[in-house]
Nanobody, 124 residues
Framework: QVQLVESGGGLVQAGGSLRLSCAASGRTFSGYVMGWFRQAPGKEREFVAGISWSSGRTDYGDSVKARFTISRDNAKNTVYLQMNSLKPEDTAVYYC?????????????????WGQGTQVTVSS
């Protein structure tokens, strides 16, 4: 059974940094895409970043490009989201998700597995 467990969220001032982790277990993730999504109160869940587990190819949402970096550690079965230059509008619950496939930017319905989420709050 696939499990995704996020960690690393918290409260940070604007301009600061956080690194989120997503520990994945339950299967081999070769051929999978791992994604980070976020959902702010009253808003829809949006794509933040995605990475191909096999190739390392990445993609980012427009609002986080040049500030966030997604990476993976195959040995630890863990995906990271390094978030720099954080803004108050980055405040949201951040979710890790996994799906079998190659397309990095697809809708949330395409993802089969989700973590429980971790809260990120950026104060102004």
């Amino acid at each position: 059974q696939v499990q995704l467990v996020e960690s690393g969220g918290g409260l940070v001032q604007a301009g600061g940094s956080l690194r989120l982790s997503c520990a994945a277990s339950g299967r081999t993730f070769s051929g999978y895409v791992m994604g980070w999504f976020r959902q702010a109160p009253g808003k829809e869940r949006e794509f933040v970043a995605g990475i191909s587990w096999s190739s390392g190819r990445t993609d980012y949402g427009d609002s986080v490009k040049a500030r966030f970096t997604i990476s993976r550690d195959n040995a630890k079965n863990t995906v990271y989201l390094q978030m720099n230059s954080l803004k108050p509008e980055d405040t949201a619950v951040y979710y890790c998700a996994a799906r079998f496939g190659v397309n990095l930017r697809v809708g949330i319905d395409a993802y089969a597995y989700w973590g429980q989420g971790t809260q990120v709050t950026v104060s102004s």
